[in-house]
Nanobody, 120 residues
């Protein structure tokens, strides 16, 4: 079974930094894409950052402040968050688009989420 586990969330003051990590485990043939999403209370889940084949993309609201990185050997993805703002407060979810076997379908897997609260 495939599992994604996030860590690193917490409470931080505005202007502070935080690093989120996600580890994928289980029987996986290939992870095509990994990314981070977030969902604030009363709002829709949105893509924060994604990485695939060395290419990265970011939501406009976090460009220049957040950095996504991936270790393909360890099957981990991290999100370095800097200059945090109150509006960054949300539950952050790790996502992986992967194949379980050669030639198989691509499936999305999600972590349980980790709370990030930016407040003074």
């Amino acid at each position: 079974q495939v599992q994604l586990v996030e860590s690193g969330g917490g409470l931080v003051q505005p202007g502070g930094s935080l690093r989120l990590s996600c580890a994928a485990s289980g029987t996986i043939f290939r992870i095509n894409t990994m990314g981070w999403y977030r969902q604030a209370p009363g709002k829709q889940r949105e893509l924060v950052a994604g990485i695939s084949g060395g290419r990265t993309n970011y939501a406009d609201s976090v460009k220049g402040r957040f950095t996504i990185s991936r270790d393909s050997v360890k099957n981990t993805v991290s999100l370095q968050m800097q200059s945090l703002k109150p509006e960054d407060t949300a539950v952050y979810y790790c996502n992986a688009a992967l194949q379980l076997r050669p030639g198989g379908y691509e499936y999305d897997y999600w972590g349980q989420g980790t709370q990030v609260t930016v407040s003074s």
